[in-house]
């Protein structure tokens, strides 16, 4: 069955950075574009970034354009977010999320998410 | 940006229908996905491309999409469907998750 284990959170200075994993199993890992989705606590779902398949492509939103990096290892089944210049308002639950492709992308498998908090 | 704008909650009966609806410029001439959250769970896609249900989601769960809104109808509410439902769209290389709507199940 599909797997997304996402790590790496933890509690970060603001202005520092930080790397989060997601391991991915049961699917073909290079078939499918790949999402970052956070929530705030107590707050909405908010998406992050994309990467299609091909490791190219890559779509941020405008909140943490310039700042996170989204990245794939296709050969570990693994997919990155690397995230500089932390900010508080970056404190969130974060998942990764297989896009299911077809017409309307939906992010059809889920990870358990991990925190991140950004405080001094 | 685009924004999807839903009611911040619905209250509902046992056995009765309820309706969340997702409201975007022109949201039907894009697809639109349901996700179910319940507190301290990762999200639950129950709707993909308008009207379609994913393996596993009850037939209660239906969807619908047209001129600027797209609306979620839980047929038959069972106190296990309370929880978070958020609508999301593909636009212009972005993705977009509505403001969410809170179901409670009276």
């Known amino acids: 069955q599909v797997q997304l284990v996402e790590s790496g959170g933890g509690v970060v200075q603001p202005g520092r950075s930080l790397r989060l994993s997601c391991a991915a199993s049961?699917?073909?890992?290079?078939?499918?574009?790949m999402h970052w989705v956070r929530q705030a606590p107590g707050k909405g779902l908010e998406w992050v970034a994309v990467?299609?398949?091909?490791?190219?492509?890559?779509y941020y939103a405008d909140s943490v354009k310039g700042r996170f990096t989204i990245s794939r290892d296709n050969s570990k089944n693994t997919l990155y977010l690397q995230m500089n210049s932390l900010r508080a308002e970056d404190t969130a639950v974060y998942y990764c999320?297989?896009?299911?492709?077809?017409?309307?992308?939906?992010?059809?498998?889920w990870g358990q998410g991990t925190l991140v908090t950004v405080s001094s | 940006s685009y924004e999807l704008t839903q009611p911040p909650s619905v209250s509902v009966s046992p056995g009765q229908t309820a309706s969340i609806t997702c409201s975007g410029d022109k949201l039907g001439d894009k697809y639109a996905c349901w996700y179910q959250q319940k507190p301290g769970q990762s999200p639950v896609l129950v709707i993909y491309?308008?009207?379609k249900r994913p393996s596993g989601i009850p037939e209660r769960f239906s969807g619908s999409n047209s001129g600027n809104t797209a609306t979620l109808t839980i047929s038959g509410t069972q106190a296990m469907d309370e929880a978070d439902y958020y609508c999301?769209?593909?636009?212009?290389?972005?993705?977009?998750f509505g403001t969410g709507t809170k179901v409670t199940v009276l």
């Open positions: 491309q308008d009207t």
């Open positions: 999301q769209a593909w636009d212009s290389s972005s993705y977009v």
């Open positions: 049961g699917f073909t890992f290079s078939d499918y574009g």
């Open positions: 999320a297989r896009d299911g492709g077809g017409t309307s992308y939906p992010l059809d498998y």
């Open positions: 990467i299609w398949y091909d490791e190219i492509n890559k």
